[in-house]
T-cell receptor
């Protein structure tokens, strides 16, 4: 099956710092989503980004499907950004709707 | 975005009992819902795809007789863990897909999860 690897696995930053999280996938995908899992376990949708670049406030994401990677940028980090960030992909088979999750990046923002 | 709820948010039960978890799409109709399991400090693993009005599709290695899924309406799917044992203790999360439009994949939105502890 498809492999989805995220890096780095852990990241500790001072409040106000910027960060880049990476998601590599091993096969062609139809779509890609980024999520933030907060400390209570809730998955929050950040981006639905099969290709191109999107921005939402301090967060932005870029997916280069032909090169099989996506990047999530977080600027001016706040303590509320702490948690685990997952990317998840859908394989390029029509009718296949299953999300395969990446390994995750655990982000800790220190005040 | 679309809102998905789960109930209960946590449950503790004795070994051998059955536990039912509900997943509801609150502001849209979901013909397809998904059930995931997440162990501590691990990623989410898909257990099964729940289709309204038909049988669920289980992932390899997931026992369909142990994890019963019923998707009786366009807004409700239930997961029943039958004869639960301590190894079934985990965080169970459901998601719902905004209805498919013209063959285009749409986003999945996730419930808040249910933490199951089996003693």
């Amino acid at each position: 099956g498809i492999q989805v690897e995220q890096s780095p696995p852990d990241l500790i930053l001072q409040e106000g710092a910027n960060s880049t999280l990476r998601c590599n996938f091993s096969d062609s995908v139809n779509n890609l989503q980024w999520f933030h899992q907060n400390p209570w376990g809730q998955l929050i949708n950040l981006f639905y980004i099969p290709s191109g670049t999107k921005q939402n406030g301090r967060l932005s994401a870029t997916t280069v499907a032909t090169e099989r990677y996506s990047l999530l940028y977080i600027s001016s980090s706040q303590t509320t950004d702490s948690g685990v960030y997952f990317c998840a992909v859908v394989l390029s088979n029509f009718g296949n709707e299953k999300l395969t999750f990446g390994t995750g990046t655990r982000l800790t923002i220190i005040p | 975005g679309a809102v998905v709820s789960q109930h209960p948010s946590w449950v503790i039960c004795k070994s051998g009992t059955s536990v039912k978890i509900e997943c509801r799409s609150l502001d849209f109709q979901a013909t397809t819902m998904f059930w995931y399991r997440q162990f501590p400090k691990q990623s989410l693993m898909l257990m099964a795809t729940s289709n309204e009005g038909s049988k669920a599709t289980y992932e390899q290695g997931v026992e369909k007789d142990k994890f019963l899924i019923n998707h009786a309406s366009l807004t409700l799917s239930t997961l029943t863990v039958t004869s639960a044992h301590p190894e079934d203790s985990s965080f169970y999360i459901c998601s719902a897909r905004v209805p498919l439009l013209a063959g285009v994949y749409n986003e999945q939105f996730f419930g808040p999860g249910t933490r199951l502890t089996v003693l």
